[in-house]
């Protein structure tokens, strides 16, 4: 069967240059764009085939035996929710809580509970309907779908999107619908796999965050930065964001999950990206 792949210019900046070093897992490559400074996936599965992936009830449980999707979302929670509780905690501090929320790929949604004490109302989407069927208990709304499955009008104080950008085909039109959600003033908070941390230089190609062929782009703080600006945001700043993970996940990243081990988790800087930026007031 075909996996329909298929070939691309730079997402962010349209340019079909390309620097010299890339990272080959057949039958992908990830490559950098020579003008923007981008990596991207190229060729890439196309995006008809992967949202058909990420609908799928077993994207979440990885009960389908493939490398696509989590291996087990849900065994994930106690380290997720330590890490968006602390998350929250400071975007609280620095005044970007408050009023509406909406989260942008929610998954079952541990953020959309800890963000409880935070905003008045929070709603959310998501692609995967057994996600949304979980996320519903934490959240006043979930849609089904990306940003236009909202109903027109609907407009927000504050939107995040954890761990989503790097799935999106299209970033800057992402970014554009999500700028037409939030009302003037309010904060657009997005976190990534750090392309331009310590951790990838240090592994390479066994990098985690090469999660093919979800991953199709790869933002450092320069390249997330240049996406907010084309968009029109202002207020562009980096966002801590220290993550948990559970002890098995680690090991499992390290081959190494053929040993039993205790139910612990383990906390790492800079896997994550974080960057918050305003919409301009009227």
């Known amino acids: 069967m075909s996996l329909g ?5 730079c997402p962010l900046c349209t340019s079909e240059s390309l620097a010299s070093k890339e990272y080959h897992f057949s039958p992908y ?3 950098q764009c020579a003008s923007c400074g981008l990596w991207y996936l190229n060729p890439r599965l196309s995006e008809e085939n992967m949202l058909a ?10 009960s389908d035996g493939v490398n696509e999707g989590y291996s087990d979302y849900a065994s994930q929670e106690k380290a997720l929710r330590p890490t968006f509780r ?4 400071y975007l609280n501090k620095q005044g970007m809580c408050g009023g509406d929320l909406l989260e942008v790929g929610c ?10 004490p935070y905003f008045d109302k929070r709603y959310a989407t998501d692609f995967s309907q057994g996600a949304i069927e979980q996320a519903q208990h934490h959240a006043d709304r ?7 499955a909202i109903p027109d009008g609907d407009m927000f104080d504050c939107i995040i999107s954890v761990e989503v950008i790097e799935h999106i085909y299209e970033p800057c039109a992402f970014l554009e619908s999500l700028y037409g959600r939030l009302k003037p003033g309010g904060s657009l908070i997005l976190a ?5 941390s310590f951790w990838r230089r240090w592994m390479g190609h066994k990098w985690p965050s090469f999660k093919l062929p979800e991953h ?4 450092d703080a320069s390249t997330l930065t240049t996406l907010y600006r084309k968009v029109g945001f202002e207020h562009i700043q980096a966002v801590p964001f220290p993550h948990a993970f559970p002890l098995s996940v680690f090991l499992e990243k390290l081959g190494l999950s053929v040993l039993p081990c205790p139910k612990a988790n383990i906390w790492f800087p800079q896997v994550v990206l974080a960057m918050s930026a305003k919409k301009p007031n009227d």
């Open 86 to 89: 602390r998350f929250l905690a």
């Open 107 to 116: 998954g079952y949604g541990y953020l959309l509970s800890e963000a409880a």
């Open 5 to 9: 792949l298929e070939y691309c210019k």
């Open 192 to 196: 990534t796999p750090d392309m331009g």
């Open 29 to 31: 490559r990830v490559v």
């Open 53 to 62: 992936q990420y609908a799928s009830d077993t994207y979440f449980s990885g």
């Open 142 to 148: 979930v849609y089904c779908g990306g940003v236009d």
């Open 216 to 219: 199709v782009t790869y933002y």
